[in-house]
């Protein structure tokens, strides 16, 4: 699975919205880029997935640049309860997918 | 929305005891994943298991940790002679694979505490 970068930490107000940035230079043909989100004491959690361009689900939107070596997480006017651990993926999304290794993630927290 | 569940939710045990994580996969999802975080530290990748055989190991899953499906279904991680520092939140993970191979469900997880 190609390395990735994220920022350790981020700080943000509510009602603002939030960009993350991940860097996968050496992300592959194949490789799909993944978000998942973490609460204290829970499980990751799935929030969206891209190949190029943008993705928006109602949850968020991730855009990806041509040479897709960076992709942007963006949360819109976060609230609260979107303090949480966000982790960056990059795998083939048709591989047998059988080593998914997360990294240290951004710990993301909002203040009223 | 389909759910992996974990029992059990947290569990106290003797060091040198063993225990027994189980976990139900969502039903034709047949890609399964144990990993383990340490308060305070990331998601580390135990093991990943597929049609009844483990896939890929990391070198945390050493002979004191084995894998089963022992009815078919449910999915377990067995932690023989546990250690202090085997005290971690274990999640089981559950995946489609193909053009959903990136995509996991988590469960709640399982607290172990080892005294």
């Known amino acids: 699975l190609a390395k990735t970068t994220q920022p350790i930490s981020m700080d943000s107000y509510e009602g603002q919205e939030v960009n993350i940035t991940c860097s996968h230079n050496?992300?592959?043909?194949?490789?799909?880029i993944t978000w998942y989100q973490q609460f204290p004491s829970q499980g990751p959690r799935f929030i969206i997935q891209?190949?190029?361009t943008k993705v928006t689900n109602e949850v968020a939107s991730l855009f990806i640049p041509a040479d897709r070596k960076s992709s942007t997480l963006s949360l819109p006017r976060v609230s609260l309860s979107d303090t949480a651990v966000y982790y960056c993926?990059?795998?083939?999304?048709?591989?047998?997918?059988?080593?998914?290794?997360f990294g240290s993630g951004t710990r993301l927290s909002i203040r009223p | 929305e389909p759910e992996v569940t974990q029992t059990p939710s947290h569990q106290v045990t003797q060091m040198g005891q063993e225990v027994i994580l189980r976990c139900v996969p969502i039903?034709?999802?047949?890609?399964f994943y144990w990993y383990r975080q340490i308060l305070g530290q990331k998601v580390e990748f135990l093991v990943s298991f597929y049609n009844n055989e483990i896939s890929e190991k990391s070198e945390i899953f050493d002979d004191q940790f084995s894998v089963e499906r022992p009815d078919g279904s449910n999915f377990t991680l067995k932690i023989r002679s546990t250690k202090l520092e085997d005290s971690a939140m274990y999640f089981c993970?559950?995946?489609?694979?193909?053009?959903?191979?990136?995509?996991?469900?988590f469960g709640a997880g399982s607290r172990l505490t080892v005294l």
């Open positions: 891209g190949y190029k």
């Open positions: 993926l990059v795998g083939d999304m048709y591989s047998s997918a059988s080593k998914i290794i």
């Open positions: 039903s034709n999802h047949l890609y």
């Open positions: 993970a559950n995946g489609q694979g193909g053009s959903g191979a990136n995509v996991l469900t």
């Open positions: 050496n992300i592959a043909t194949n490789d799909y």
